[in-house]
């Protein structure tokens, strides 16, 4: 199935605190500006990316109601489920289903809105995620089980807190040049040593913040991409698989069984070595889960990741330039939209409209979107045109 | 895509009110009844359909959590939703992911749990799969939108409420024949007219409980049916049509857009008409909708819908049988499991495995799930294996 299918339009709204929006006129935002991209053709099918609208926002159905909203009664509507990896589990269904003939475009649409209720309910929300019989009655929180995999990292691999967090300084630089960021603006390690403890020893700006947002992409059949789009953009691989439900249950807890399974099948399938790829949206939750993620990819040796970053290897310019647009930490993180933001990013970067972040000559992207702390991973592997034409 | 797919394993917990079980055990139950049911093969993906879990039972993320709980870390694990649709719409996405190419079996599950909070928190979450600026925040009710529907049923068509509940008691009927079944006793008209009143003219024996379960299925390439199973069914046909968001948008309230677009798309695809069709499984929230139904699928004219009932033509040897094993009144109605019971019962009806219950000579069967009122309808068309053979 590898190269069927191409993006041709793309779309997002600001992440920040939408207080005047709905999360279903985020989601006609995003998914206005998607098709408005391709020139607004009919689509066959639309497939939404959400955590929990019912619990937040005290609206379920979103899929159905969205299509009615973008006048599209008659057409599927889905929507799908898995925490922050909603969104890029949307995009690997759309993807199923032009694999699996679709009539017409597919659009694929991630939105989330976390500012309805108070930050405490998001907190306790999130961990509905993760496998209540082991984590939810003990109280522990993401952030917490983040502040565990950070020290554990720096005890068993010799790093300190200031070299991790190197990975939110290059969110930052990068979100400084993206107006759609929630917090478009750079920051220093003194920063996020200067900000509030989060969860020992996890700072405020060493955390992806809460915001809302929506982002969409408009899906074809490759052989009719150069109807809609100019510059298409190649969808080479899409892949989800899970992992251990229940972080405490892995081998390793310094380790992300679904990210290393899930990226091996897409370049598989892509057809390509991870050495193929430009640049890498990834999900960094905290600095160290960003980290893990570079040492999963294969980009470091286990415990190295955090060498990479700290030698400025991920900085734009660099050999593995990661989140070029500011990643959880720098674009925001509104969970079931994250893996559309990336794949939005990923395809400005395959036009060459990323501007004062462009990746000179980027050709193959990867995204990688996961719920919690990797119970499921969705990579993606994205490509220029004209890399297999 | 017609005929590439077949049921290879079926299964489900009784439908009921299940203290002792969490939403989680309850899909297992299920799933390992429909493995067990092919041999138990590994599988390459699941899907899980469910419409409220984070809200009614504290958990979310039930995909990732099933196939840990079963074992199947690496495969890929997707949740579906789309309220009381959710079921069916997880059996579509399953379906798609075949004829998409998966590499192995893929086990499709449905499954809610009602229980575990109140009648009134139910009602509540219920609603939020219509559109809330709508509905929500005028306090009206599914049931109260069936006794909108129920009345003005009655006066532009002339049946009486004895008439229409009719349909409530051949679902009871079927029931008692059904050992999973919530309510496996026969009423008659009397009974409902005696049942306390739900909202005028609606009463309680005309309306679907409130209760806990869980089915599924496995599916195969229908190539390799044979190896799984002596009797495999064809899934001729998988469809998911979004109707109306709002039911007060409608042009006409007395008509399913959703339903009649799913049901005719579905049966040209499988290549057949109504008539070929030997049973029906309906979603009869009320009577009243069960009719409806009725009449969307051609069965009978318009408004004629309730002469069919009258005049005994849905009964198991009659026509037309529908719901078999007791239809949502009957068999009972937990949400996201619906649409998968549906599934497993028309595989007893193709297998010659119904029992008492048996329609003779049953080889085509049709499914209809809908969320709601029909914001989205997912038909089924079901097989004997020797159809196509």
Redesign the interface.
Known sequence: ?SGLAAIVGAGCTKVGEHWELSVLELAVEASLKALDDAGSPPVSAIYVGN??S??LN????L???L???LG????????????DASGA?AL??AY??M???APGPVLAVGVEKLTDVMIQEVER?QM?????RAT?HSGITIPGLCALLTRLYMQQYGASYEDLVLLAVNDHRNAANNKYAQYPFPITVETVLNSPLVADPVRLFDTAGVGDGAAAVLIVKAEEARRFSDAPVRLLAS????????FS?REDLLSM??LR?AAARALKRAGMDIKDVDFFELHNTTSVVGILALEELGLAERGEGWRLVKEGQIAIGADWPVNTMGGLKGRGHPWGATGLYQAVEAVWQLRGEAGKNQVEGAEVGLTHNM??LG??SCVHILARWEVRA
């Open positions: 199935m955590a929990a019912e619990v005290e609206q379920g159905n899929a159905v109601l299509a009615d909203e599209l009664r008659g057409i599927k509507a889905v929507e799908v489920r898995a925490g589990l690997h269904q199923l289903e694999a699996a003939g929300v509905l995620f993760e496998d209540a939810f892949e989800a698989v899970a992992g251990e439900a229940s249950s069984n679904s399974k719920c919690g119970s499921l």
